[in-house]
């Protein structure tokens, strides 16, 4: 995908994140965030020339990073970790059985908006609609 | 984890999706139907002794990683094939759909429908009245 279908995709995913409950649907938050945030990954890795539109992750060490030639810079390695965070709830709150409290939805959140807005200053231009739109 | 933790975990994930949008939210329902597909499954095979509590999985690919192949294999009938084979609908999916930019349609509605009643049937059958 390129970048701009990717903050797309993240923007539906965002919209969508509004409409949850943070007590009745917090897994769901967890993953929505997930996913939202690494569209923004995987636009911020094309806009960089680390990966391009058809080599996509599913997460920021799937694949590795070190599978492609060029490395991402010190600001996008940043970026991720937020993300990372957020990948790290997973095993315990949803695909686990631990309670998924507010305290960790509001973790997550606060990772998510972290993310997101590390991602989308690399992105940058990236994600305006081509100029025959 | 014990069948009766994902069963109540698969609840959740059922609850949101019967929030949301079809239309608006179709990334998020079929990202929520594989979880709670994968939940039922992982109780049905806690329940039927192929996977001890411990050991979860979480896609298909992973089934070849479960220790017990003999167990896994004599419990193949065609019944858990096409229960596997409709999981496999939303792993499909959630590239094309949700990683991916799919477009999406009533067919993919339908299809992602029966695939989890199909799973949540054999789960319950398998796991009994909860």
Known sequence: MRPREHVLKAARLEAT?????????????????????THLLNAALHVRGVTHGHSDQS????PPL????????ADLKEAMAPLASIEGLRPKYVR???????????????SFKDARARFMTIIGSAADPPAWE | MK???HILKAGRFEATIFRLDPEADYETIIWASMHVCT?????????????????DFEHTFYLEKIPDQEALRASLDDELRGVLKALEVFEGLR????????PYGPAIC????EALERIKDYGEKAVGQV
Not at chain 2, 95 to 102: A, L
């Open chain 1, 17 to 37: 994140l509004e409409r949850l409950d943070r007590s009745d649907d917090a897994e769901m938050i967890v993953e929505v965030c997930m996913l939202a945030a």
């Open chain 1, 59 to 62: 997460h920021t060490i799937r």
């Open chain 1, 66 to 73: 070190s599978y492609f030639q060029k490395s991402p810079e």
């Open chain 1, 96 to 110: 686990g059985g631990e309670v998924c409290g507010a305290d960790i939805v509001e973790k997550c959140l606060l």
């Open chain 2, 3 to 5: 069948a009766e933790v």
């Open chain 2, 39 to 55: 939940h039922w499954l992982n109780a049905a095979f806690h329940a039927k002794s192929i996977t001890p509590d411990d050991l």
């Open chain 2, 95 to 102: 590239t094309t759909h949700v990683r991916g930019p799919g």
């Open chain 2, 110 to 113: 339908e299809m992602s429908s």
